[in-house]
């Protein structure tokens, strides 16, 4: 069956079906959700879009993975600011000549990054459009005045980082390969956010940022953000298995914390805690420096930018 | 200048220079925003998506109408639920060989957007696309236990609608005719959501929704949610000026509210409510039904349905 012979209200029947059960005030199935947040916390709020042959491509990445990780890069984003995830929004597009079934695989993969994060979907909105996207909008909760900024890095913090580095870029080169049965391939599809560690650090943190753009890109964020430089060692760098240089450095779609703090303990909600380098100070040119063996150089943000063609290398 | 020269941090520089004021604890520039929703209120939570092709016509549509458009959407479906809308974010997804012009324009509809209706834009995400993508979602507030849903009809009950009906269709029909000086032709454009409206009847209203996909489609939306029945008077809807029966009846982006509530006055801030039919009890069959002249009808759903290639005849 195609998207089109089952139509708009079908569809938003068979989600409404699938998520009737969200712990909301009021869920799927009106002009907007309403929900509450607990006294003394901020709402947390962010978004994702997921692009067909940009994120992913129709036929390489299965449908349940586009609706996991849509759903998973949100969560990702609210532990990078040491929240809750709570509830989200999906807005849909996609071509009516779409097949039913990818539409069931995908709900699918949201249905189990609801279980596993315990959030839930509380709405959105869809469409017909030439290509598939999809745009997940989340709200989560934090202590008021608790949230880890980008922006609160000072010279004498250490730079840690959650899991391994390089996996997800690693992941993908295999899929493209054919060799789903390495463990990367899995990384890629279902990446596993930290926000269990970002929550249970967020008190002792200065600064912490997710690495979605690669640790290059995303370190430079917070020296940035903070006016401060850092020094990061390579030899530090928990490097997955396989994972070549410039994944470690640059790939994207890791979705480990980079946490700014004095001190961490070495593993934290059974994640563990890895020591890369430190915070300097700086007056002018806020640089990430690259310590590798007896040389030092200028890590520059080499990770993924849009629109520009350059990106991984 | 095209998009791709610009580059994505160079486009999310751009959009955080005009919007980095917005009245929240952090706005654009971290994982996430932060904010507050005062004691004693729900967050309303919606999102609205815009596709190419699909809601718009590259070189028919203004890049700024793109833009007021994608926001008003959102403040009419906070405006439905009684509530006051206060921050969004936006996805944006677009070709590298996007002309930067489109994105200003585009921007500049967004700012429109934020002073008149008092929101504002705190983040969100941009990616390269084949074709434009726009996703806003917003968060609003309403008092606990205040918001107007579709399922509060009740027999006996009165029907209201805000303004005139018909306009946008008719707008867009002037539009893709060139007859750029049609009154309609702004409505369609720059449409206004009747959030005032709906926040100062919240307290005595039963049901509520916008008319986003036509009147006919969106108040079988509320017979089906209150399981109730409807009875409408084809000389008592208020039709825009020019604008012909199917205009009227199943045009959609209207964003009027249709309002269910015993008694309301003729105008409210400002905006004129027009009774315009009544609820009825139903046992089986939640239906609407049309008096048009001596005879009457049921009135079923011809309003927009995306997928299905059918929708507004």
Chains 1, 2 share one sequence.
């Not at 997921?50 to 586009?66: K, M, Q, Y």
């Not at 949201?110 to 709200?139: H, K, N, P, T």
């Not at 990061?232 to 070549?244: C, E, K």
Request: charged fraction near 20%; proline fraction near 5%; hydrophobic fraction near 40%.
């Amino acid at each position: 069956m195609k998207l089109r012979d089952l139509g708009e209200s079908g569809l938003i029947r068979r989600i409404r079906d699938r998520f009737k059960d969200a712990p909301v005030t009021l869920g799927i199935g009106d002009d907007a959700a309403i929900l509450d947040i607990p006294p003394g916390h901020s709402v947390v709020y962010c978004s994702d879009l997921v692009a067909e042959n940009t994120h992913f491509i129709r036929g390489l990445h299965p449908a349940d993975s586009v609706g996991y990780k849509a759903v998973a890069v949100n969560v990702s984003d609210v532990g990078a600011m040491g929240g809750i995830p709570m509830h989200f929004l999906i807005s849909l597009a996609a071509p009516g000549d779409l097949d039913v079934e990818w539409i069931d695989g995908f709900l699918n993969g949201v249905e189990r990054a609801c279980r596993q994060f315990g959030v839930s979907l509380v709405g959105g909105d869809s469409s017909s459009a030439e290509i598939i996207f999809v745009d997940v909008s989340m709200v989560g909760r934090v202590r008021q005045g608790g949230a880890m900024l980008r922006s609160g890095a000072r010279p004498g913090d250490a730079i840690y980082v959650t899991g391994n580095l390089g996996s997800s870029a690693l992941g993908l080169e295999r899929l493209k390969a054919g060799d789903m049965k390495h463990p990367a391939v899995s990384r890629h599809l279902y990446p596993e956010p930290r926000h269990h560690a970002g929550y249970a650090v967020a008190d002792r943190a200065h600064a912490a940022i997710d690495i979605s753009d690669g640790l290059s890109t995303d370190l430079n964020h917070i020296v940035e953000e903070s006016k401060v430089s850092a020094r990061i060692y390579r030899n530090l760098l928990p490097a997955a298995p396989d994972a070549a240089d410039w994944q470690v450095l640059h790939g994207g779609e890791e979705y480990e914390l980079l946490i700014v703090a004095r001190e961490l303990p070495a593993v934290v909600e059974g994640v563990p805690i890895t020591r890369i380098g430190e915070i300097l100070e700086s007056s002018a040119n806020h640089q990430v420096f690259l310590v590798d063996g007896s040389g030092e150089s200028v890590l520059r943000p080499r990770g993924w930018q849009h629109f520009s063609n350059s990106g991984q290398s």
